[in-house]
């Protein structure tokens, strides 16, 4: 078991909002078997009740937390402070790619967005006694859904990390991962190929595995999800066996405008009529 | 009237809570073409829910053809020691593998048996292995494949928005709520003809819980403030294996799971002592020895299963009895072994979250050490009084869903039985919302006094000069609730309770919020402390009056279970400013459902035959 010797801690805590900020010390008495996280909040208990950050399990569940902890991208609840050099200052800043709200709060809506561009799990007609999917085939997706959404991946792909433009057509390794996963899944039969390189932006990607490097969750995003779905999307114009078992399977449908436009679909519009007036 | 700055939206359902019963609820709305909305506390993806580790139960029948409804139907009775709300118990078994196999139809991707089917695993106070899984991660899948259908629908998502109170019409009739962003701090005022409350728990009341931030109790506060009852208030599931040392994994939850896959419960004497702690209730299908329990692992046919799968208050006050005799761990718990018993490789691939979360959370190696575990406040099962079919509370156009309603689960749930009952009943409050909605002309045109007056109190706490940090009064409250009504109650200590409480709800009101209204959690905590303290009041009230010691609540002075007590609610309500507790009927379950119980808590019954004993 961890602990953490006795003595004062340094923390250097980024404080301000889209307008700037800077860091601010705070000293306060070392604890033995804490994480970052904990520290944080003895902080916000006592001299700082209105320290802005965003947490919710505690556990590395929900992926909530994400900040970079002196310059690291990682998880505030899963970061033990024996694990860190505590006899110097420790800075904890907020996520670079995304806008800051509020201390280490960021604005990471542009996660949100990109959800909704993915073209949604369309499994073929449920046979009579239910579908059958066997383990070996379903633990390929039960990789990628093992996600919590943390969005450091996100934060630490260069791509968009320091290209703000290129959020506008990438959809970053969260959801590439996203596409792999309903690619790979046993009872899904869109065919998402085109989309993913034209759209979704697959080609940015050059691979350097800065997203698997930060992920809290150990999925291995470049080599079980990008590289496959780069092939996958290769394999759709090249690939002579590809062709043979499409030719055997069956195509799978191709996909159309209404797969990735539920917010501007006509049925949503129809159940979205009339509503959110601004006073 | 001055104007007050606010965002206006108008709906047919206005969904509050975003974890499984509120996403589903939010579902079912929308594709029953009604204008909805859903509104959470924290990013979409983020609810608690995502925290339920051992699985999904439900009579799918998979892994032992023998199950069936009325068995699990039966299980979740006796589980809740007949406080239930059969109605509910009854729907919740019967639609359970409908909303499982619906998940898979959306995406889920379960663990499967050899050939194909939804896998189902063992867990306690299950006849049959029932649960189905994905590893220990399973109320992930849930959140994941009911944000991404709500996705693929195109519902539109409230985020980080606390609702602060409902509004009604002159008619009783609720038409809107008051909320505000958190992240930005204004304000934002819905109308709907149905609201939806799916706030889930209440943990954040205790000093050491597995809750998170969120788990304030806002929607029991929310609907007792509108006026609706809640429901055995008293009853809180501790869950008896919660971590409590070192400090960065307090609260973390240990699964059923290591149990039921070979680990057991020690003292500091090294002894298995949950074997001197079963019950004539529980004695014909629990085994007597440690050789007959160690080898139902292997052979569940002919074995009985070990003490240590008993239901979740049973084990929870054995290991209290043990830390009170003296023979705790040295941080005030016992010690879940299962390093000693299991190869390395096996826990890991068994477990693996676990494994994950202990390594990295607090550098323990729970394939080498045993861990340090003890009750920790988990789940409520008493909340606000819903009708079974269509979850409409006694306010009009109020519905409520998973665990912030009450009935479901009696006096203690059983594990796994909350994952279905989201949507089981998210389900059914949607289609009962949607369907009012769509029914209804009430006009929800809302006063622009009362939003008004919201929107005063809320930012109240800003005027307070001089007042209480709010984190210090919230220590205060979680201190009380911990030590006179925690799992062990008494009738002094629960009088001492309500009077602090009442010392706390005044001081409550003039705490202090600094800063600024953009993201500022101490103004946030200001008025989640308003639903804490409202939670806490039922939940002390009502413990008084339930003198009996029943499923999750134990009363030191009313150790046994009173057949009188099983018949009826006790019933929370907040008229002109109080909260008061009355016991008023329970609804009476029909001979055909009684029939399948064979055997009700407090008689002293033999067993029926064990026809099939696993």
């Known amino acids: 078991m961890s602990a953490v010797s006795t003595g004062e801690l340094l923390m250097k ?9 800077d860091f601010v010390e705070y000293r306060l008495p070392a604890q033995e078997g ?23 399990c505690k556990a590395g569940k929900c992926g909530s937390c994400s900040a970079e902890i002196n310059g690291q991208p990682r998880l505030m609840c899963m970061t033990r402070m024996s694990t860190l050099p505590i006899d110097e200052p420790i800075t904890i800043s907020p996520m670079r790619t995304f806008p800051v709200i509020r201390d280490l709060v960021t604005d990471v809506s542009y996660n949100y967005e990109v959800a909704k561009l993915i073209p949604s799990f369309t499994p073929g007609p449920r046979p009579a006694e239910g579908y059958r999917m066997f383990q070996v085939d379903v633990e390929r997706g039960q990789e990628f859904r093992k996600c919590i959404e943390c969005f450091l991946c996100q934060n630490v792909c260069h791509v968009i990390r320091d290209h703000e433009e290129n959020k506008a057509h990438y959809a970053g390794p969260r959801f590439l991962a996203r596409l792999a996963e309903l690619e790979m899944h046993p009872l899904d039969t869109l065919d998402r190929r085109a989309y993913i390189a034209e759209r979704m932006g697959l080609g940015y990607c050059n691979i350097t595995k800065c997203c698997t490097e930060v992920c809290p969750e150990g999925i291995h995003i470049t080599d079980n999800a990008i590289i496959p779905l780069k092939e996958r999307v290769v394999d759709q114009r090249y690939d002579p066996v590809a062709w043979l078992g499409r030719k055997i399977r069956g195509r799978p449908r191709p996909m159309t405008p209404a797969d990735v436009e539920p917010y501007t679909g006509a049925a949503a519009k129809a159940a979205r009529a009339g509503q959110a007036e601004a006073s | 009237m001055a104007s007050v700055d606010y965002e206006r939206h108008d709906y047919d359902v206005l969904v509050i809570g975003a974890g499984g019963a509120g996403m589903r609820a939010a579902i079912e709305s929308l594709e029953q073409g009604c204008r909805t909305a859903l509104v959470c506390k924290s990013l979409f993806g983020k609810a608690h829910t995502v925290m339920a580790e051992g699985g999904m139960a439900a009579a799918l029948g998979n892994v032992w053809p023998e199950d069936n409804w009325q068995v699990h139907f039966r299980d979740t009775m006796r589980g809740g020691k007949m406080l239930n709300n059969w109605r509910m118990a009854q729907l919740h078994a019967q639609e359970a593998p409908d909303r499982v196999l619906e998940l898979e139809a959306w995406g889920a991707l379960f663990d499967r048996t050899p050939d194909g089917r939804i896998l189902q695993r063992d867990f306690g106070g299950h006849r049959y292995a029932r649960l189905a899984h994905v590893g220990d991660r399973t109320g992930l899948e849930l959140i994941r494949t009911t944000q991404q259908r709500a996705v693929g629908l195109g519902i539109d998502v409230y985020m980080e928005l606390k609702i602060v109170r409902l509004l009604k019409n002159d008619s009783g009739e609720v038409i809107g709520a008051v909320g505000f962003y958190r992240d930005k701090g204004n304000f934002v005022v819905f109308s709907a003809k149905s609201i939806v409350l799916a706030t889930g728990g209440v943990g954040k009341s205790w000093k050491f819980t597995s809750n998170s931030w969120e788990s304030t109790g806002d929607g029991h506060a929310l609907a007792l403030w509108a006026g609706a009852d809640a429901i055995e208030m008293e009853c809180v599931q501790f869950h008896p294996t919660g971590m409590i040392w ?12 290591v149990r039921g896959d070979g680990g057991v419960l020690k003292n500091s004497e090294g002894e298995r002592f949950m074997f001197n702690y079963i019950s004539p209730y529980f004695k014909d299908e629990t085994a007597e020895t440690i050789e ?8 569940k046919v002919n074995y009985r299963r070990p003490p240590e799968l008993l239901p979740r208050d049973e084990v929870a006050r054995a290991i209290n009895s043990e830390v009170k005799a003296g023979r705790g761990s040295p941080h005030g718990g016992v010690f879940l072994d299962i390093a000693s018993r299991r190869s390395p490789e096996y826990i890991k691939r068994r477990l693996p979250s676990m494994y994950h979360q202990f390594k990295q959370l607090a550098d323990v190696d729970i394939t080498a050490v045993p861990m340090e575990i003890g009750p920790t406040c988990h789940y409520i099962m008493g909340g606000i009084r819903v009708d079974a079919d269509t979850e409409e509370t006694a306010v009009a156009g109020l519905f409520a869903a998973g665990e912030v309603a009450g009935g479901m689960h009696g006096a203690n749930r059983l594990g796994g039985n909350s994952l279905s009952d989201l949507l089981v009943f998210g389900r059914r409050a949607g289609l009962a919302a949607a369907e009012r909605a769509k029914a209804s002309s009430v006009e929800t045109t809302l006063s622009e006094a009362q939003i008004k007056e919201v929107i005063d109190h809320a930012t109240s706490f800003f005027a307070n000069e001089g007042g209480e940090n709010p984190y210090d009064l919230h220590h205060e409250l979680q201190e009380t609730m911990q030590n006179l009504v925690g799992i062990i109650r008494t009738e002094s200590e629960l009088i001492e309770a309500k009077e602090k409480l009442a010392e706390l709800g005044e001081r409550a009101k003039k705490v202090t919020a600094t800063g600024g209204r953009e993201f500022n959690p101490g103004w946030h905590l200001a008025l989640d402390l308003e639903s804490m303290l409202a939670v806490a009041n039922c ?9 009996e010691s029943r499923g999750g609540h134990t009363r030191d002075d009313y150790p046994k279970a009173d057949p009188e007590l099983e018949k009826v609610n006790m019933v929370s309500r907040y008229r002109e400013g109080n909260y008061s507790v009355t016991p008023e009927p329970k609804p009476e379950m029909p001979p055909e459902l009684m029939a399948l119980i064979e055997l009700s ?14």
């Open chain 1, 34 to 56: 804490e994480v970052v996280l904990d520290v944080v909040h003895r902080i916000q208990a006592t001299e700082a009740p209105d320290l802005a950050v965003r947490w919710n």
């Open chain 2, 246 to 257: 070192p400090t960065s994994a307090r609260g973390l939850l240990v699964t059923e799971g």
């Open chain 2, 539 to 547: 939940t002390t009230l009502s413990a008084i009056e339930r003198k």
């Open chain 1, 13 to 21: 805590l980024w404080r301000g909002d889209a307008s700037g900020g």
């Open chain 2, 601 to 614: 808590e407090g008689e002293g019954k033999s067993a029926p035959a064990k026809e099939e004993s696993k």
């Open chain 2, 292 to 299: 007959e329990g160690d080898k139902w692992y292997e052979d």
